[in-house]
């Protein structure tokens, strides 16, 4: 083909092609960014050990005032809790108090300190569960409830009596507590509770609790946790 004939046949071809602008609207949505958000992987169990430390305030004020000089006492223990698709959870948890104080003798309402030693003894052992309350995917705060029972071991001994006279007996009462747990790292944790205890029945036997009419071990208690886990 002479070049002039092929020259004259593309711009026919070219001329023949309808413009862009005639061309049909694209009726498709204009399509937006796509963002993908990243949520921690929620295990369907986990097991996390814990330490804690907790300062109860007793229900039976006037006996641990008289023969302590205060009725808020430290606790520290341990324990394990399970969690189940990071929303119900199972605790174990066991813990000790000791402290020595002073006997006391307690006549028509007024209370008097005979300078002998005695030491008391306090082992809660305690199975609670509850559900988390899980806010938002990926939580750094995650609040807490649940109640539960434990079995209370209160001894009580002096080295100026007898044996015989020591105190040691056990009592099962019930829990509720509530709190927040906090994320530090993807292991480590945080929780702040409040924890309170209904022992019934354990003191009030003789002495000044049986004077004051106190009966109950348990009390309002502060605690932290330092649990590693998922």
Known sequence: MP????????AVAIGTCPPAAAQPPDDRPPTRPVIVTRTEEVPALSLRP????????FASVNMFLAIFGGSRQRF????LQVVVFNRYYAEVGASRFQQTGERVFYYNGETFR??????????P???????????SPDPVVLPYAGAGFGWYSYQ??????????????RHRGFVLTGGAEFRVTRWIHLALDAQY??????????????????????????????????
């Open 125 to 135: 052992f305690e199975i609670t569960g509850g559900y988390r309350f899980r806010l």
């Open 3 to 10: 070049i002039k004939s092929f020259v004259v046949a593309c």
């Open 197 to 230: 205890t209904r022992v019934p029945g354990i003191l009030g036997l003789g002495g000044i609790s049986q004077a004051e009419g106190e009966d109950d071990l348990g009390g309002l208690a502060g605690r932290l946790k330092f649990i590693i886990g998922r």
């Open 156 to 169: 009580e001994t002096s080295p100026s009596s007898d044996p015989e006279e020591d105190v040691k007996v």
């Open 114 to 123: 005979l300078g002998l030693p005695l030491t008391a003894s306090i082992t």
């Open 76 to 79: 520290f223990g341990g324990g």
């Open 50 to 57: 814990f330490v804690m430390g907790s300062e109860l305030a």
